[in-house]
Every structure is written in C-alpha cells, then in structure tokens.
C-alpha cells in the first residue's frame, strides 16, 4: 500500500500548497480578481482529484468523501477550462477542502502504520 501513502501525501501537500495560495485572499472577489491564484488553486485541485482517482482506482475499497465529485472537478477543470465558475470553486475552497484535509490525515495515519 505504499503507493496510496504516495498518493495520500500528494493530496495532502496539495491541500497545504492551495492554503499556501490563499493565504492573502480574503474573500471571494480577491480570489476572483487574481488569475494567477485562480490559476495555481485550479492546478492544486486538478492534482488531487488525478490523486484520489488513482487511489480508487488501486483500492476501490477506500472511501474518501465526496470522491466522484473531486474526480469530476479535476476533469472540469482540465476539460471544461472555459468554463469554469469561480463560485464553485471558491465553494469548494471553502467547504470541502477542510473537511477532506482531515480525512487525509486520518488515512495518512492509518497507511503509516
């Protein structure tokens, strides 16, 4: 299981970069406002949902939260660039991010053992 620890720790350094990012971004106009951030943030996410799709695809049997909708904003985003909605993806910043950082952790403790 040594490459879903590699995997986990991809997300999880992600998810620290993203944060990194954001750290001068208060609110949703600053991040809408800032191509450069919008652009390093939707890099970020596409990094994690190639992650967390390569996780289910090695072990189908590990459960990350709202893991098809991740996959899917990766492909969104790769796929769908010109359409991309700022609200979304400040939403996701927002409200998934936190939550998915704890689960990681917890996984990343469980694989390390």
Known sequence: ?????KYLFD???SIETLQIHLRLINDFNAF??????KRAVERELEIIGE????????DSN???TESRKIIALRNRIIHGY???DDAVIWNVI???IPTLKEEI?????????
């Open 62 to 64: 590990i459960e990350i």
């Open 82 to 84: 010109d359409s991309i």
């Open 32 to 37: 809408r406002d800032n191509i450069t951030i």
């Open 94 to 96: 927002l409200t998934n």
């Open 105 to 113: 952790e917890k996984f990343i403790e469980h694989y390390s053992d």
């Open 1 to 5: 299981m040594k490459i879903i620890l």
């Open 51 to 58: 992650a967390v799709k390569r996780i289910i695809d090695t």
């Open 11 to 13: 997300i999880h350094s």
